[in-house]
């Protein structure tokens, strides 16, 4: 019997319109849990570097995390895995909600999807029973539409139905998968469904789902229940609100945005406004968040309220919102909230990521401002900013004019405009958009998270470990005083010396030891998360979080009936995430790749930032130009990457001649 | 003259605006009353359903009730504040009309036993595991006739009875019987 997982996958062609159901390989379990690390595996296997995202090559794999649908709080989380339009390098996005769980219940862990369908369809899985459907009469509807007219024509209102909408049936490459409260919004992954002319996935489970050892499992969620009843009471003082509680993070149910507001950066990710929370605009979000706003929700099995839904123009709900999105809209048009959460029900509809999207505006706006692009490129595009965002965005989801361009997200759509319009795509890493934050001074663990994460999302890495110092050591001592989440005492230490200015300050401290130690630890429980569906919200984002590496191998263990104990948590996560690197290593990234934004500190240091990667990689047991080396690969049991990275010169092959002769070569006797 | 005694009514109350939509009271309901305990989850077997239409912001924990044999011959549609909630979403009998509360494999009906156990639970899980506090537990005392006591057993030939018939159960009874 299989535990947690349920042993099977749906493999669908969508060239030949084939559904298998077919078992996984137990071992790979043991290997690498679920979700990410088995995507990761799967992707490995089956997509060779040279496959283009929008090839019918390109596998779209959604993958359930291995405790998803175990009623350990917060396991829910499905990781969509594809080669990324945007990055051209391995994606991983991902989404809470309900989908996964119900996919376990209908007795299948993953839906790997290959080929391209010749017409528009969608696929029904009840159970046993899988089929492709006709969805030609969706071609254009809204996400949420889509899957109102699924469960009516399924007659099934339980069904949970994943969709595209306009922008992933357009490839717009930062379409986003939709499922209600919650989406897979990152790195294109819509635009890959939409290029396979699959509209959406349709799920209905009603099967069991086992536990392994069920009395241990059960006193462990009683356990974080209980710990999340108790910090919710005991909120962490000194840092900004959503840090302060757990949740991923619960900026739905925050008033005081004063935080985002004056240290995020608006329009293009360029203006500061320093002073802008006042009373009045407190006053004036604070109303239009309750008279929008109707209810605060969760997602499946869990007691947070990380989503909202929202109510445009109607009484209830019109979609449901969550997280950051929240405030990238209104920021970037330099407009106010009501504005926000009125474009982001068109941008849910037609989902795009809420990230990339309104950056992509602002940038466009710009360009136009500076005379790089010019009124002729906007037709009848209205003269107030947030009139010209929604004309941007339908232009984008639609591919008409400048905004087929402008669907290519800032990177790609900078050098097709040339004319110094790539200068102005500056907030980028890997071609990816990221969050609108400019600082002062260099951070080191915030230098090396940036420049590393695989995924190229500050808030996928980020977690653990403070933002900064308190202003008083007594404080950084207050704090670590119940610090158990840490994986060793040496992390309050570190915390304890850190200080706001002085010896022990940025950008010299953390040094790039200790700094690699932290961001090692907070990026392994992210990984972790990320193969057992997980939500970051109650584990590896928050401060002091309910699931930490101490209970986390016991609760994986009692659910899965893996023999797990923390070294060999520490090991295998450690195994997925160099498998994450070797797909994008194999795919072309390169060292010179690793980078924040040029601007994202105000003051940088070119010989630190070298010597902080210089360490992190030998940390990592990657060589000085990022590639993970055959023997750290061989610890790992990775064997077959350094035979394939070998294979391909870019691991230099034992006993190959050195790249560069050694200097005494010639003067041997 | 017949005494009355005094009985212990267990009930739950619900606060359908404190439901955040999460179902963990479907998956430890299931997970509960998985043989062996906890061995299993699975909420399309719980006995306490959340009934959801998010675009109505309608979110209505129910819990299963009585087993009735036949449907209702009116239905209701309530309309609260605005919200219209659909036919027999108040309603907690498991019934021929529809799918819920039924064993999904046997279609067996199912029914809240407020989480009978021995020890004696405090309150119920579902409650317990509602950090919404959307279900609050409830016990009050009620002056009335004690309920004659039921064996298991006949629990369980009458839930039978009531999806197969009585004829088709006493002729499966009657063949095993002759088995053994």
């Not at chain 1, 309050?492 to 200790?514: M, Q, V």
Request: a negative charge; aromatic letters at 8%.
């Amino acid at each position: 019997m299989r535990y947690a997982e349920t042993g099977f996958n749906l493999e669908i062609d969508l060239t030949r319109g084939s559904i298998q159901r077919v078992a996984s390989d137990q071992r790979l379990t043991a290997l690498h849990l679920g979700g990410l690390g088995t995507n990761a595996r799967m992707l490995w296997d089956l997509i060779p570097p040279e496959v283009e995202p929008f090839s019918p090559d390109n596998v779209l794999v959604f993958g359930t995390g291995l405790l998803a649908g175990t009623p350990a709080p917060g396991t829910n989380r499905t990781v969509v895995s594809a080669i990324s339009p945007q990055t051209k390098l391995f994606a991983f996005s991902m989404m809470g909600g309900f989908w996964g769980p119900e996919l376990k219940h209908a007795g299948y862990d993953k839906v790997i999807i290959r080929g391209k369908s010749p017409e528009l369809v969608y696929l029904w899985i009840h159970d046993d029973k899988v089929e492709l459907r006709d969805a030609a009469h969706l071609r254009g509807l809204g996400t949420m539409e889509s899957q109102e007219v699924i469960r009516q024509e399924l007659e099934q209102p339980g069904a949970a139905v994943a969709s595209i909408g306009l922008a992933g049936e357009n490839r717009v490459f930062f379409a986003s998968i939709e499922q209600g409260r919650s989406s897979a919004s990152r790195l294109g992954m819509g635009a890959v469904m939409g290029d396979k002319n699959l509209k959406a996935i349709a799920v209905r489970g009603t099967k069991d789902l086992n536990i392994a050892r069920p009395a241990e499992f059960m006193r462990l969620c009683n356990e974080a229940l209980q710990y999340i009843k108790v910090r919710e009471k005991n909120p962490i003082k000194g840092v900004m609100p959503i840090l302060a509680g757990l949740g991923s993070p619960a900026e739905m149910a925050v008033h005081d945005e004063q935080w985002h507001t004056e240290n995020f950066v608006w329009g293009n990710a360029r203006h500061r406004r320093k002073g802008f929370w006042t009373e009045d605009i407190q006053q004036k979000w604070t109303n239009t968040m309750d008279t929008m706003r109707t209810r605060l929700l969760s997602c499946h099995n869990c007691p947070m309220k990380c989503g909202a839904s929202i109510a445009v123009d109607t009484r209830f709900c019109s979609y449901m919102m969550k997280c950051f999105s929240k405030l990238t809209y209104t920021m970037g048009a330099m407009s106010d909230l009501d504005f926000g959460l009125r474009i982001a029900q068109k941008a849910t509809e037609h989902g795009v990521d809420a990230f990339t999207a309104p950056q992509t505006m602002a940038f466009a706006i710009e360009l136009l401002e500076d005379g790089i692009l010019s009124e002729k490129d906007f037709p009848g595009m209205p003269a107030d900013s947030e009139g010209r965002f929604y004309y941007l965005l339908d232009k984008i989801v639609r591919r008409e004019g400048i905004g087929d361009v402008l669907a290519d997200g800032t990177h790609w759509a900078g050098e097709r405009i040339g004319n110094g319009a790539p200068a102005y795509a500056h907030n980028n890493i890997r071609k990816h958009e990221q969050l609108p934050l400019k600082l002062g001074m260099l951070n080191p663990v915030y230098f090396l998270m940036y420049a590393t994460g695989e995924k190229a999302s500050i808030t996928q890495i980020e977690g653990g470990f403070p933002q900064m110092p308190f202003p008083t050591r007594a404080e950084n001592e207050a704090f670590t005083a119940d610090w158990h989440h840490v994986p060793d005492d040496r992390f309050k230490r570190w915390f304890e010396d850190w200080e706001l200015r002085g010896e022990n300050s940025n950008p010299l401290y953390p040094t790039a030891e200790i700094a690699s130690e932290i961001v090692h630890w907070q990026e392994m429980m992210h990984y972790i998360d990320d193969s057992t569906g997980m939500c970051a919200g109650l584990s590896s984002f928050p401060l002091k979080p309910p699931f930490q590496i101490h209970n986390l191998p016991a609760l994986i263990g009692a659910g899965a009936g893996l023999d797990l104990d923390e070294a060999g948590l520490v090991h295998l996560t450690a195994r997925n995430r160099t498998l994450v690197r070797a797909n994008n290593i194999r795919r072309g990234l390169k060292r010179a790749d690793e980078k924040p934004p040029d601007d994202h500190w105000k003051k940088r240091f070119p010989e630190l930032e070298k010597k902080l990667l210089d360490e992190y990689y030998a940390f990592k047991g990657w060589n000085e130009e990022g590639v993970p080396t055959r023997e750290s690969l061989h610890k790992l049991d990775l064997d077959y990457v350094a035979d394939d990275l070998e294979k391909r010169g870019i691991l230099k092959a034992p006993g190959a001649a050195p790249a560069r002769p050694a200097a005494h070569d010639g003067g041997a006797p | 003259m017949t005494a009355t005694r005094t009985r212990t009514v267990k009930t739950i109350k619900i606060d359908v605006d404190k439901c955040n939509g999460c179902r963990a009271c479907e998956i430890i309901c299931s997970s509960f009353h998985a043989t062996p305990r906890y061995s299993s989850i699975n909420p399309a077997r719980a006995r306490i359903r959340v009934i959801r239409e998010p675009l109505q912001d309608v979110y209505l924990p129910v819990f299963a009730g009585e087993y009735t044999a036949a449907e209702c011959a009116g239905r209701d549609k309530y309309t609260i504040d605005g919200k219209e909630y659909d036919e027999c979403a108040f309603c907690r009998a498991a019934c021929p009309s529809r799918d819920l509360f039924k064993e999904p494999d046997s279609k067996l009906p199912l029914k809240c036993d407020m989480c009978e156990s021995d020890p004696t639970l405090d309150v119920p899980w579902c409650v317990k595991w509602c950090l919404a506090e959307a279900l609050i537990y409830v016990e009050r005392e009620e002056e009335g006739e004690p309920a004659a006591a039921v064996e298991d057993l006949d629990i369980g030939l009458v839930a039978i009875a009531n999806v197969h018939g009585w004829p088709k159960v006493l002729d499966a009874v009657n063949r095993m019987a002759k088995k053994t």
